[in-house]
Each structure stands twice: as structure tokens, then as C-alpha cells.
């Protein structure tokens, strides 16, 4: 059994980024990155779809310490995972991941100040603080709806999260089921050789074109060090994009008229738009779907694509008939349906041998757990790039890690705020509200409330008091037992 000072789940962006904060700011501390696969980038080595990309610009998603150097602003999957990879080796951070290591459970012991995790292939290791980065949902499987009639669909059905390597698509009809961001990236990537690809919505999402390439950050690429050019595309993409989420928050129905605009004028058939680009929601009560450079427009409009907006009634032998009676024809059917939300990479917690129900707990910070000693998790911002959020995260950990260490403290323990709030993660979408339960609510004051406002979060939580609600317990007095998990 091996002991680190900081275990860190999870060898994705986020990972990578907790250790690479870790190692600068506490070289002395020990630590290991516990990774189920056995590769290094989470979501960007799990997806292997056609096309598969990010739908936040490089230069909020890229980590502030390393510029981005490639020319897209929308990068592919292959460039991010090759992006981490290379933070990864350049940092020394490699030789510290542990790969085929899928923490099955974290217990706490009270009496030894220490957490005990054992992995699915048998190894146990122990840890002082532990910090899950595995993100918030299951990498096993992807949500797949129980479709009527499956059996007798004569083609093959698959799901983008276990893309099969074996599957020619050439020539073919697809039917991508879905109308969020892996769907409008699936249909006009296949469209470049299928016969033809229809996009099946139950109802429509709010998509929005934007050029795959910064024209100010090329600019100040060219007159400015990479460090200083990338800080200027990343502080304005920042404000770009949260006043716009502000701004449709506190004027969805302009924002709504301006998107249905972008879309309108891109396809040019305003009853298209009507029929098939016209939410019953308002904007950012689910995630914008970013389309670089119009692709899925430029997909409709040629002819290569389409899209259908009904219900699936039952899968036949030739494809999906639908509520309307309609029958589309299909070789291939594409279930872009969603993600099966798991948190903290479904590890099982217990703490003095009483099992953690996360849905139960309060979120403290957004990043650690009401009565759950040395434990925090990163989850990204629903509004903007995951890793402004995650790095937030991580520097608010190694200051709660610096406090403890100056003032001789081996615990810290957030206390039970008086009353719960909103859920953690605030969007209507399906994937979401299926999972509610699973997951830690909010609080009804600070510090248990999460905002999501990174520009009001980069000021306050560098200068964020770590013992607010928190009880500490000094490295020399014995640890008593929790008594607030449940």
C-alpha cells in the first residue's frame, strides 16, 4: 500500500491541470493521478466520432499557463488530446499517472486522517487529500433511450460515446437522433460522404455559427509574444461570452430574435428556420450548440443534409417510422440521445464506514462536500469554457492545502449549511434533469451557492476565505468521526 500527500482521479484536462497547479505550487508534496484508462485526455481520448471537437474557443478551454498555439479557435478532439498529451510530458507529470486505475471506492478513516482507495484491478492506495478530476459523467456508456421496435431495424445502430472503428458510412443513409452539440457536429461531417444525413429533433436547439478562426487573436499572434497574444484572445472571448450569457439571461427574447437571425440568414428560408431552428425554450436554459464556420448550414443548404423535427414512434426493418406516420429510410442510425451523468466518476465514498448519497450533500464552493473531510471535485462552468472554472478549482484547493499545512491542520471539513437551493448543475436539458438526484444542491447563501459568472468568480475566489464554514482539525489532536454525511 502506497501513501501520497494528494491523489488526484483522472488524467483529463482537468487532471492534468490540478497536477500541473500541484507541482508548481507544492513541489514537495507527493502525489499520484489515478487514471481508469489507459490514456491520457478523458473526454478527448474517449470520443472518437467523426468530426468530434470542442464547442468552447481554444483559448478559454487551454490552460493559462500554456498557450495555444494552433490556428483553430475550435479545435478537433485528436489536437486537444494531443494538446494535454504534450502538457503532460512537458510538465514531468506523466511519469505520475497510474493508467488502468478505476477507483472503485474512497473510504475516509477518521482515526488515521487519511483516505483508503482501491481500484477495479485490485490496488489500494492511500491518500491525505483527494482531489476527483474524473468530470460528471459515465465513461462506460452514453445514454441510449429504450426505442420501440429496435429489433427490427435491418441496419446498425450506434452511439457516438463507443464509436466503432469498422463502420463505413460512405454512400449511406443516416439518421443522427439529437439536436445537441455532438449532433450538429455529426451531421455535416458525415454528410461529406453519406448519401444523405438527417438530423431527427424532437425539438430544436439554439445554434449558432462562429468563424473557426480568432480574427484578433491571429492579429495579436503577430505582434505580440504567444504568452501576451493568448492572453488578449482569452480575456476577450472571456467577456465575449459572459456578457452574452448575461445578456440572455436578462433579455432572452432579443437574444432569441438574434440567434434565429444568424440562423436565417445563413440557411435563407425563414419557414426552415421556423420550423427547425426555433426553440420553445429560452437561450442558455440548455447549452448553445456552436457550429464553426456554419457547417451544418452549409450541410442543409447544399442538399447533403436535412433536418426532421418529430418523434419516433418505432424502429422498422428500413429505417424509423415516425409519429406523423413519415418513414425515413436508413442504413445507419446515429443515437446522439446524451450523456449519462455520473459524479466523481461514480466512484463509491463513505466516510468512518457510512456511505456517502452525494444527492444528499450540499455543494461547498461548488468543489467540496458538507460533512466530507479532504475531499474536493472539479466541475467546469455550463456557460463557458470547463477549464476556467476547473482552474479556478484548483488554485482554491492548494490554498486550502497551504492554510492547513501553515497552521498545523491534517483536516479540513466543510460543515451543513441551514438549507438547500438549486441543483448544482442549473440547465433543463434532458441529460441534466435525468440525473438531479445523483448529484450535491446547492446552498442558500455563500459560500454554497455557484454562480455561474466566471468574471465575478476570477475576483472572488483567489480571495475566498477557506475557513469560512469550515471546520479544521490540528495535525496532533485526534480526529473525531463525522457526524453529518448521511
Same mark, same amino acid.
Given at each position: 500500500?502506497?501513501?501520497?500527500?494528494?491523489?488526484?482521479?483522472?488524467?483529463?484536462?482537468?487532471?492534468?491541470?490540478?497536477?500541473?497547479?500541484?507541482?508548481? /505550487?507544492?513541489?514537495?508534496?507527493?502525489?499520484? =493521478?489515478?487514471? &481508469?484508462?489507459?490514456?491520457?485526455?478523458?473526454?478527448?481520448?474517449?470520443?472518437?466520432?467523426?468530426?468530434?471537437?470542442?464547442?468552447?474557443?481554444? #483559448?478559454?478551454?487551454?490552460?493559462?499557463?500554456?498557450?495555444?498555439?494552433?490556428?483553430?479557435?475550435?479545435?478537433?478532439?485528436?489536437?486537444?488530446?494531443?494538446?494535454?498529451?504534450?502538457?503532460?510530458?512537458?510538465?514531468? =507529470?506523466?511519469?505520475?499517472?497510474?493508467?488502468?486505475?478505476?477507483?472503485?471506492?474512497?473510504?475516509?478513516?477518521?482515526?488515521?486522517?487519511?483516505?483508503?482507495?482501491?481500484?477495479?484491478? +485490485?490496488?489500494?492506495?492511500?491518500?491525505?487529500?483527494?482531489?476527483?478530476?474524473?468530470?460528471?459523467?459515465?465513461?462506460? $456508456?452514453? #445514454?441510449?433511450?429504450?426505442?420501440?421496435?429496435?429489433?427490427?431495424?435491418? +441496419?446498425?445502430?450506434?452511439?457516438?460515446? &463507443?464509436?466503432?472503428?469498422?463502420? %463505413?458510412?460512405?454512400?449511406?443513409?443516416?439518421?443522427?437522433?439529437?439536436?445537441?452539440?455532438?449532433?450538429?457536429?455529426?451531421?455535416?461531417?458525415?454528410?461529406? %460522404?453519406?448519401?444523405?444525413?438527417?438530423?431527427?429533433?424532437?425539438?430544436?436547439?439554439?445554434?449558432?455559427?462562429?468563424?473557426?478562426?480568432?480574427?484578433?487573436?491571429?492579429?495579436?499572434?503577430?505582434?505580440?509574444?504567444?504568452?501576451?497574444?493568448?492572453?488578449?484572445?482569452?480575456?476577450?472571448?472571456?467577456?465575449?461570452?459572459?456578457?452574452?450569457?448575461?445578456?440572455?439571461?436578462?433579455?432572452?427574447?432579443?437574444?432569441?430574435?438574434?440567434?434565429?437571425?444568424?440562423?436565417?440568414?445563413?440557411?435563407?428560408?425563414?419557414?426552415?428556420?421556423?420550423?427547425?431552428?426555433?426553440?420553445? #425554450?429560452?437561450?442558455?436554459?440548455?447549452?448553445?450548440?456552436?457550429?464553426?464556420?456554419?457547417?451544418?448550414?452549409?450541410?442543409?443548404?447544399?442538399?447533403?443534409?436535412?433536418?426532421?423535427? %418529430?418523434?419516433?414512434?418505432?424502429?422498422?426493418?428500413?429505417?424509423?417510422?415516425?409519429?406523423?406516420?413519415?418513414?425515413?429510410?436508413?442504413?445507419?442510425?446515429?443515437?446522439?440521445?446524451?450523456?449519462?451523468?455520473?459524479?466523481? !466518476?461514480?466512484? $463509491?465514498?463513505?466516510?468512518?464506514?457510512?456511505?456517502?448519497?452525494?444527492?444528499?450533500?450540499?455543494?461547498?464552493?461548488?468543489?467540496?462536500?458538507?460533512?466530507?473531510?479532504?475531499?474536493? @471535485?472539479?466541475?467546469?462552468?455550463?456557460?463557458?469554457?470547463?477549464?476556467?472554472?476547473?482552474?479556478?478549482?484548483?488554485?482554491?484547493?492548494?490554498?486550502?492545502?497551504?492554510?492547513?499545512?501553515?497552521? !498545523?491542520?491534517?483536516?479540513?471539513?466543510?460543515?451543513?449549511?441551514?438549507?438547500?437551493?438549486?441543483?448544482?448543475?442549473?440547465?433543463?436539458?434532458? #441529460?441534466?434533469?435525468?440525473?438531479?438526484?445523483?448529484?450535491?444542491?446547492?446552498? %442558500?447563501?455563500?459560500?454554497?451557492?455557484?454562480?455561474?459568472? @466566471?468574471?465575478?468568480?476570477?475576483?472572488?475566489?483567489?480571495?475566498?476565505?477557506?475557513? /469560512?464554514?469550515?471546520?479544521?482539525?490540528?495535525?496532533?489532536?485526534?480526529?473525531?468521526?463525522?457526524?453529518?454525511?448521511?
Amino acid at each position: 500500500m502506497t501513501h501520497f500527500d494528494v491523489v488526484i482521479i483522472g488524467a483529463g484536462l482537468s487532471g492534468i491541470g490540478a497536477a500541473w497547479r500541484l507541482q508548481r /505550487q507544492r513541489p514537495h508534496d507527493t502525489y499520484t =493521478i489515478l487514471e &481508469a484508462r489507459d490514456a491520457i485526455g478523458g473526454t478527448w481520448d474517449l470520443f472518437r466520432y467523426p468530426g468530434v471537437r470542442s464547442d468552447s474557443d481554444m #483559448y478559454t478551454l487551454s490552460y493559462p499557463f500554456r498557450p495555444w498555439r494552433e490556428p483553430e479557435s475550435l479545435a478537433s478532439g485528436e489536437k486537444i488530446r494531443t494538446y494535454i498529451e504534450d502538457t503532460a510530458a512537458e510538465a514531468g =507529470i506523466t511519469r505520475h499517472i497510474r493508467f488502468g486505475s478505476r477507483v472503485t471506492t474512497a473510504d475516509w478513516s477518521s482515526a488515521q486522517a487519511r483516505w483508503t482507495l482501491r481500484t477495479a484491478r +485490485g490496488e489500494t492506495v492511500t491518500a491525505t487529500f483527494l482531489y476527483a478530476c474524473a468530470g460528471y459523467y459515465s465513461y462506460a $456508456e452514453g #445514454y441510449l433511450p429504450d426505442f420501440p421496435g429496435l429489433g427490427e431495424f435491418q +441496419g446498425r445502430l450506434v452511439h457516438p460515446q &463507443a464509436w466503432p472503428s469498422d463502420l %463505413d458510412h460512405s454512400g449511406k443513409r443516416v439518421v443522427i437522433i439529437g439536436s445537441g452539440a455532438t449532433a450538429v457536429t455529426l451531421v455535416p461531417e458525415m454528410a461529406k %460522404d453519406a448519401q444523405h444525413v438527417t438530423m431527427l429533433q424532437r425539438s430544436p436547439s439554439y445554434v449558432i455559427p462562429l468563424g473557426n478562426r480568432d480574427v484578433l487573436a491571429d492579429l495579436a499572434r503577430r505582434i505580440l509574444p504567444p504568452k501576451a497574444a493568448n492572453r488578449v484572445a482569452r480575456a476577450k472571448n472571456i467577456l465575449v461570452t459572459q456578457l452574452f450569457y448575461q445578456l440572455a439571461r436578462k433579455r432572452p427574447k432579443q437574444v432569441r430574435w438574434i440567434l434565429q437571425g444568424l440562423a436565417g440568414r445563413s440557411l435563407r428560408n425563414p419557414g426552415y428556420v421556423q420550423e427547425h431552428f426555433k426553440p420553445r #425554450y429560452d437561450p442558455w436554459d440548455q447549452r448553445l450548440c456552436v457550429v464553426p464556420d456554419g457547417d451544418l448550414f452549409r450541410a442543409i443548404t447544399s442538399g447533403r443534409a436535412s433536418v426532421v423535427t %418529430d418523434h419516433v414512434d418505432t424502429f422498422v426493418p428500413e429505417g424509423i417510422r415516425l409519429r406523423s406516420g413519415k418513414v425515413l429510410e436508413a442504413d445507419v442510425v446515429v443515437s446522439a440521445t446524451g450523456l449519462t451523468l455520473l459524479p466523481i !466518476g461514480g466512484v $463509491e465514498i463513505g466516510v468512518d464506514g457510512v456511505p456517502v448519497k452525494l444527492g444528499e450533500q450540499a455543494a461547498y464552493r461548488g468543489l467540496m462536500l458538507s460533512g466530507v473531510p479532504n475531499l474536493a @471535485y472539479c466541475i467546469g462552468y455550463v456557460n463557458a469554457s470547463w477549464t476556467l472554472r476547473a482552474d479556478l478549482s484548483h488554485r482554491y484547493v492548494l490554498k486550502l492545502l497551504d492554510h492547513m499545512a501553515k497552521n !498545523g491542520h491534517s483536516v479540513a471539513t466543510p460543515t451543513r449549511p441551514t438549507g438547500t437551493g438549486a441543483p448544482l448543475l442549473d440547465l433543463s436539458s434532458g #441529460y441534466v434533469q435525468r440525473a438531479l438526484d445523483k448529484f450535491p444542491r446547492q446552498g %442558500d447563501r455563500d459560500p454554497w451557492l455557484v454562480r455561474q459568472n @466566471y468574471l465575478r468568480d476570477v475576483v472572488a475566489t483567489p480571495r475566498a476565505d477557506v475557513t /469560512q464554514d469550515m471546520t479544521f482539525t490540528p495535525r496532533t489532536a485526534p480526529v473525531l468521526p463525522s457526524t453529518e454525511v448521511v
